[in-house]
Each structure stands twice: as structure tokens, then as C-alpha cells.
């Protein structure tokens, strides 16, 4: 079964980066879109940023001009996707989860990273 595996959280102080890593364990066929979620306690899971197979992304509005989303070539066998966050802000403290959508609507989701702003 294919795993999506996540690294590169962490304890960060405020204004500081990170960048998180998103690789699946296997080949996933007709990824549709690429993107990282979030989530803090008792609260429901959110966007973060996304990335289509054609190069569109999506931001949050928390997440423009702040955090950068990319991915390797399509053609790459590990479909790896990268979050860049720079100017982080405690706010920004959560779990966040990388999800990958295929065109016949099957969605995968990593175990998830916890990355905390603190000082």
C-alpha cells in the first residue's frame, strides 16, 4: 500500500523557516494535486496550500506571500512535494499533513509533522 511520508517539522522561533518534505513510498499514477493541511486541537483541518499537476497553486490567505509550495517533475517517481515557510509565526503551530488527490478520487494522506513557532 502506498504511504505518503512526511519530514522537516520541528521547533522554530518566531520569523524563522522551515520547510517541510512530502514523498510517497511507492508509485501513485494520475496525481490530480498535491497540498499540506494543518490542524491544532479541536479544530477542523485546513488548507494550507496546494499544487495541481499543471502548475496552479492555492494559498490560504494565512499563508500568502509566506509560504512557497512546489514539487518535483511530474514524471519523478517519488512525486515529491515541498513546503517552504519563511517569517513563521506561532500561529503557525500545528500538525500539518501533505494529501494527495488522484483523478479517480482517491485521496492519500501523510501521518503528519508537528511544527511548533515558540520562542
Known amino acids: 500500500q502506498v504511504q505518503l511520508v512526511e519530514s522537516g517539522g520541528g521547533l522554530v522561533e518566531p520569523g524563522g523557516s522551515l520547510a517541510l518534505s512530502c514523498a510517497a513510498s511507492?508509485?501513485?499514477?494520475?496525481?490530480?494535486?498535491m497540498g499540506w493541511y494543518r490542524q491544532v486541537p479541536e479544530k477542523e483541518r485546513e488548507l494550507v496550500a496546494s499544487i495541481t499537476r499543471g502548475g496552479t497553486t492555492l494559498y490560504a490567505d494565512s499563508a500568502k506571500g509566506r509560504f512557497t509550495i512546489s514539487r518535483d517533475n511530474v514524471d519523478n517517481a517519488k512525486n515529491t512535494v515541498l513546503l517552504q515557510m519563511n517569517s513563521l509565526k506561532p500561529e503557525d503551530t500545528a500538525v500539518y499533513y501533505c494529501?494527495?488527490?488522484?483523478?479517480?478520487?482517491?485521496?492519500?494522506w501523510g501521518q503528519g509533522t508537528q511544527v511548533t513557532v515558540s520562542s
Open positions: 511507492g508509485r501513485i499514477s494520475a496525481i490530480n494535486s
Open positions: 494529501n494527495y488527490r488522484t483523478y479517480g478520487g482517491t485521496v492519500y
